[in-house]
């Protein structure tokens, strides 16, 4: 069974700062990786995903992450935060099992908080 | 193009009534997935539908819950005998065929039971 596992609840960063949140997953293939971002009260939005090809994905609002197999990882990173990117940051794994694409499987999610 | 929609946003219930959750899928997309939110925690998946079809509904609970996709209208998310436990944020994802993997989340709709 896959997991994914995002080993910081919460992390501080000051704004203008770089961030870096980690993704650990496990599978036995190659997975197909997300980075969704979840503010208050909100649904999910896609920041960006990895399917094959290119392990460095760039998404929107200036996030970008990198794909490495070796480390089971997916880090979700950005030069300089801004207060809005204060939210909750979900990464999460699936697979096509060959009757579709199957749901995915979500980390329990890390809490961003940007101080001034 | 219209997002994936999702209603009521917000339901209240009392212990043991039903609650229905709508989901309408994204234009063109045949693939719909709930998905559940418990407090402090991420999204736990229930059930993938395709029209009318339960292609995977491993993560759905044994009893009390069920889900439908028909061949017109919203996919329903069946809630029978509501428990406080079911107290929760419910969200459907939609997704085209042949995307891969790649899924579009509505609002949610929060479920409160009394």
């Known amino acids: 069974a896959q997991s994914v596992t995002q080993p910081d609840i919460h992390i501080t960063v000051s704004e203008g700062a770089s961030l870096e949140l980690r993704c650990n997953y496990s599978y036995g293939a190659t997975p197909y990786l997300f980075w969704y971002v979840q503010s208050p009260g909100q649904g999910l939005q896609l920041l960006l995903k990895y399917f094959s090809g290119d392990t460095l994905v760039q998404g929107i609002k200036g996030f970008e992450a990198e794909f490495k197999r070796s480390q089971s990882s997916f880090n979700l990173r950005k030069p300089s935060v801004h207060w809005s990117d204060a939210a909750e940051y979900f990464c999460?794994?699936?697979?096509?099992?060959?009757?579709?694409?199957?749901?995915?499987?979500f980390g329990k999610g890390t809490h961003l908080i940007i101080q001034p | 193009n219209a997002g994936v929609m999702q209603n009521p946003r917000h339901l209240v219930r009392r212990r043991g009534q039903e609650a229905r959750l709508r989901c309408s899928p994204m234009k063109g997309h045949s693939h719909v997935y709930w998905y559940r939110q418990l407090p402090e925690e991420g999204l736990k998946f229930m059930v993938y539908?395709?029209?009318?079809?339960?292609?995977?509904e491993s993560g759905m609970p044994k009893e009390r819950f069920s889900a439908e996709f028909p061949k017109e209208g919203p996919s329903i998310l069946r809630i029978q005998q509501v428990v406080r436990g079911d107290s929760a944020a419910y969200f459907c994802?939609?997704?085209?065929?042949?995307?891969?993997?790649?899924?579009?989340f509505g609002p949610g709709t929060r479920l409160t039971v009394l």
């Open positions: 994802a939609s997704s085209p065929l042949h995307a891969g993997n790649e899924q579009f």
């Open positions: 999460a794994v699936g697979a096509d099992s060959g009757g579709g694409a199957d749901g995915l499987t």
């Open positions: 539908l395709q029209k009318e079809n339960i292609i995977d």
